[in-house]
């Protein structure tokens, strides 16, 4: 993005704005210095109810942020809103990240550590990230999926995402790449589409079991599964626990399909 963040000392008083980067500052042991999160912050749950809230991630409260005093704030381009982070970078350090692919959330992961002096434990949590992902064994052969975010109006994950790299590492081949980052869906082009798998993510929308018949009336043929949508799209620490999820999702769907 073309900033600079230059620190003084190891910051004592960080604030974030990203959930899964809020879960990875607890893991790298920093939970004293954290002082400021959003009401999306979720994770770790005891630890994270106990911090003030400043806001969601594309509506920052200014006023309760500047109370806090931060001395680093991280953040993140799509998950957060340019005027905000603009408006904050006035008074305030801001980093951001950048994420597309897993390697762009290790990389993350590592300046991270550098940044709050903790890049020990941040290169074990990398380190721990790659050798799981490395044996991850892909669906094959790779199959033709729909990944929804939402409902009313359908909206599935296109291309450019971190949600769209962990769909190729799975063997799942994205049915809507091409078409936008995060593109609207009638049910008209998810049957045109006819793919041979359907995923209902748990977040933004929170799909359940529920509405499994929905979509099943629009493509009988497909099989459709609802899934933990932080294993795909939490960028951070998550990271350490998505391996072994997709693993085990992959061989269910092969199993259901035989």
């Known amino acids: 993005m073309g900033q600079q963040v230059l620190l003084q000392k190891v910051p004592q008083r960080i604030i974030s704005l990203v959930p899964s980067q809020t879960e990875l500052l607890f893991s790298l042991g920093l939970g004293s210095r954290v002082v400021g999160v959003t009401k999306f912050c979720i994770h ?35 998950e957060n809103y340019k005027e905000g982070v603009a408006q904050l970078r006035q ?3 801001v980093w951001m990240s950048d994420i597309y692919t897993l390697e762009d959330a290790l ?11 903790t890049e020990s434990k941040a290169g074990e949590i990398t380190q721990s990230i790659t050798q ?16 929804f975010i939402w409902r009313e109006p359908y909206m599935a994950v296109g291309d450019e995402n971190f949600i769209d790299h962990i ?16 593109p609207e869906i009638t049910p008209e082009r998810l049957q045109q589409a006819n ?25 009988p043929q497909a099989h459709i599964k609802v ?28 199993q259901e399909l035989k």
């Not at 309760?64 to 381009?77: A, E, M, S, T, V």
């Not at 990389?107 to 002096?117: C, F, R, S, Y």
């Not at 793919?195 to 493509?219: D, N, R």
Request: proline share 5%.
């Open 227 to 254: 899934i933990d949508g932080e294993m795909f799209s939490w960028y951070g620490s998550r990271l350490l626990y998505a391996s072994a999820y997709l693993q085990q999702l992959v061989q269910e769907i092969q």
């Open 91 to 93: 008074k305030h350090q």
């Open 44 to 78: 770790p749950k005891e630890q994270t109810k106990q911090k003030a809230v400043i806001g969601g991630t594309k509506n920052f409260h200014f006023e309760k942020i500047d109370k806090l005093q931060p001395d680093l704030i991280i953040g993140n381009k799509e």
């Open 132 to 147: 799981a992902f490395n044996n991850l064994q892909p669906f094959t052969p790779a199959i033709s999926t729909v990944y």
């Open 195 to 219: 793919p041979q798998l359907v995923l209902l993510s748990s977040e933004p929308y929170p799909f359940k079991e529920k509405h499994i018949a929905e979509f099943k009336a629009l493509c």
């Open 167 to 182: 769909l190729q590492k799975c063997g799942f081949i994205n049915t809507f790449t091409g078409l936008a980052r995060y």
């Open 107 to 117: 990389h993350m992961i590592q300046q991270v550590g550098l940044l709050t002096g």
